[in-house]
């Protein structure tokens, strides 16, 4: 594998088939030369675009000086809807599908930014809204991240030529933009 997606995100994923194909794919990720689009369904209304520039602090191991990485994920709202239905504290609940387009890597950017925006992802048991999530597993019966890894593009490293990998969506996704009421098409 040439990168790596978050353990319960699902999606397009990059194997190189010798080692200096996954040097040169590499190479290529870290100057940012690959162009990541995700999906999320999130809580909250989504209203409008933003590139959020957020540094991270990375994870080490206990004793380790914490140190912040610059962050950058440009989110666009693609769907919101408001359910009759008290989750939380308030009366109804407010979902949105949101595109997600990460201009740097770091470990759950785009969860951690979506988090920080007050738009947790539903599903995340690390950085989300347990209520929320107990909703969709409950009520719905989607028990997993609704995040996914819908598509990547990049110029081929020996030919040039522009790639570009795309994935439909998963069984749980396509459910729950269904049951959601979203209009979109994969």
Do not use: W
């Amino acid at each position: 594998p040439v990168h790596r997606l978050d353990r319960p995100t699902s999606g397009v994923l990059i194997f190189a088939k010798s080692s200096e194909s996954a040097s040169l794919l590499s190479e290529k990720f870290s100057k940012q030369e690959i162009e990541k689009k995700y999906l999320a369904i999130v809580r909250g209304q989504f209203k409008q675009e933003i590139l959020l520039d957020y540094a991270m602090v990375n994870e080490l191991d206990e004793g380790e000086d914490l140190v912040q990485q610059e962050a950058q994920t440009y989110f666009k709202p693609l769907a919101s809807i408001e359910l009759p239905v008290s989750v939380d504290r308030y009366p109804t609940s407010r979902y949105s599908l949101v595109e997600a387009r990460p201009k740097t890597g770091r470990t759950h950017q785009i969860r951690k930014h979506l988090k920080h925006l007050n738009h947790p992802i539903i599903g995340d048991v690390n950085h989300g809204n347990g209520k929320h999530n107990r909703y969709f597993s409950d009520t719905l019966r989607i028990k997993r991240l609704l995040l996914i890894c819908q598509e990547m593009s990049f110029q081929h490293p020996y030919t040039g030529a522009n790639v570009q990998i795309k994935t439909t969506l998963c069984d749980d996704f396509k459910l729950a933009i269904n049951k959601l009421g979203f209009s979109y098409d994969a």
